[in-house]
């Protein structure tokens, strides 16, 4: 009797796929609570010991957020910096930040915003990526919209942008007046600082590139 090749052995195959099957469940367990930990909201605590998270906590729009190139990961990541003021303050409390940021976040879900917008790899592509916008030189105390809007910080323009869109015809897909108020341009503006300071490990691609958009120049 010829001897029965391996390859055409159905137990081999059966063997073979319990033992793939067995460890790509054992990996796909391990991933979920690696990227768990990675993606876990850091606290107030992290930023004063200025131990670095991917997510940092609510207070980060206390302090003032660059992108900087990194040598070791080949990619521009976001450094968070010293104190710095947002509508005023650097003192925000976690619950007064935390509040701030829940308000922008269902702000940008009531307005739609990703029907035009990408933040952090969802939504569309006919309006601008808002994943870094904060850290946009357009916004910064050198850029086009702080003259634009007549305001002299980054979040009074972006804030001020948002009430009245249709007022600064920056783009030919001009951005609709969608009744935004105040205190929902305020929750927004710290929605896209604190989505400014997420190491998306380099996401969007080329928005290091933008000029002035390194180092926060």
Not at 28 to 48: K, R
Not at 128 to 148: E, F, H, R, S, V
Request: hydrophobic letters at 40%; glycine letters at 10%; charged letters at 25%.
């Amino acid at each position: 009797m010829a001897n029965k090749s391996v390859w055409s052995d159905n137990r081999f195959w059966r063997r073979s796929a319990a033992w793939v099957t067995g460890f790509a469940s054992i990996l796909l367990i391990w991933l979920t609570f690696d990227t768990s930990a990675q993606i876990a909201m850091g606290n107030d605590q992290d930023l004063q010991n200025k131990v670095t998270k991917r997510v940092p906590g609510p207070t980060v729009i206390n302090y003032k957020i660059t992108y900087e190139m990194s040598a070791k990961r080949g990619h521009e990541v976001p450094v968070i910096g010293e104190k710095e003021k947002f509508f005023g303050r650097d003192d925000y409390s976690e619950e007064e930040a935390g509040a701030l940021l829940h308000l922008g976040k269902l702000g940008s879900q009531a307005k739609n915003c990703m029907d035009c917008h990408t933040l952090l790899g969802n939504g569309a592509y006919y309006a601008p990526d808002l994943t870094k916008a904060w850290i946009d030189p357009a916004w910064g105390p050198n850029g086009a919209m702080q003259a634009l809007t007549g305001k002299n910080t980054k979040e009074e323009a972006m804030a001020e942008f948002l009430m009245h869109p249709d007022q600064y015809p920056t783009h030919a897909r001009m951005m609709p007046d969608l009744g935004i108020t105040a205190k929902e341009a305020k929750g927004l503006v710290a929605f896209l600082k604190h989505m400014s300071s997420i190491d998306t490990n380099g996401f969007p691609r080329n928005f290091g590139k933008i000029e002035g958009a390194v180092h926060g120049k």
